[in-house]
T-cell receptor, first 112, second 114 residues
Framework: EDQVTQSPEALRLQEGESSSLNCSYT??????LFWYRQDPGKGPEFLFT???AGEEKEKERLKATLTKKESFLHITAPKPEDSATYLC?????????????FGKGTLLTVNP | GAVVSQHPSRVICKSGTSVKIECRSL??????MFWYRQFPKKSLMLMAT?????????EQGVEKDKFLINHASLTLSTLTVTSAHPEDSSFYIC??????????FGPGTRLTVL
């Protein structure tokens, strides 16, 4: 069964305290690992797509990495405005289409 | 990034009525759009894949007669929740891809069925 698991479910950090979020996946025929940020009552906002093991992408304080079994979202010196739910999703074959299977997300709270 | 809009953002309806939600890609053409449902503190669950000019592909357990999807053009897909009941109350989100590599989401529609 195609599965995406994120940990931890919730994470509280002090401003400036770096950490990492984990996303492990078990899907057949991965065609991209996606990271999104979701604020309450809003749709997910695209952050990164990774395609192959060893690939890394950065955007401001965020860096995403990918291995054959998992992906990490590293947050360096976070600020309160980084507080949100971070979702990862694996794109894979589902019938005749490619589709995204999402993890449950990590709720990140950054305290000033 | 590409912009996807949804309308309405919130809707409250009585049990037994039907509700239509629109999803538009504003600055690109999308041959494929996706409809998701998200319950509180839960992940996004794919409901169906909408292909322009053809029938939607529904995920297992999603009733196609209850959740009607129409993808009439390359910029518009609609989801109609027919004979809505309180258990259909949820956050409905659509997405569209402008290339094979990215998928952009709308802001979501909060449906409350009384």
């Amino acid at each position: 069964e195609d599965q995406v698991t994120q940990s931890p479910e919730a994470l509280r950090l002090q401003e400036g305290e770096s950490s990492s979020l984990n996303c492990s996946y078990t899907v057949s025929g991965l065609r991209g690992l996606f990271w999104y940020r979701q604020d309450p009552g809003k749709g997910p906002e695209f952050l990164f797509t990774l395609y192959s093991a060893g690939e890394e992408k950065e955007k401001e304080r965020l860096k995403a990495t990918l291995t054959k079994k998992e992906s990490f979202l590293h947050i360096t010196a976070p600020k309160p405005e980084d507080s949100a739910t971070y979702l990862c999703a694996a794109r894979h074959r589902g019938g005749s289409n490619y589709k995204l299977t999402f993890g449950k997300g990590t709720l990140l709270t950054v305290n000033p | 990034g590409a912009v996807v809009s949804q309308h309405p953002s919130r809707v409250i309806c009585k049990s037994g009525t039907s509700v239509k939600i629109e999803c538009r890609s504003l600055d690109f053409q999308a041959t494929t759009m996706f409809w998701y449902r998200q319950f509180p503190k839960k992940s996004l669950m794919l409901m169906a894949t909408s292909n322009e000019g053809s029938k939607a592909t529904y995920e297992q357990g999603v009733e196609k007669d209850k959740f009607l999807i129409n993808h009439a053009s390359l910029t518009l897909s609609t989801l109609t929740v027919t004979s809505a009941h309180p258990e259909d109350s949820s956050f409905y989100i659509c997405s569209a891809g402008d290339t094979y590599n990215e998928q952009f989401f709308g802001p979501g529609t909060r449906l409350t069925v009384l």
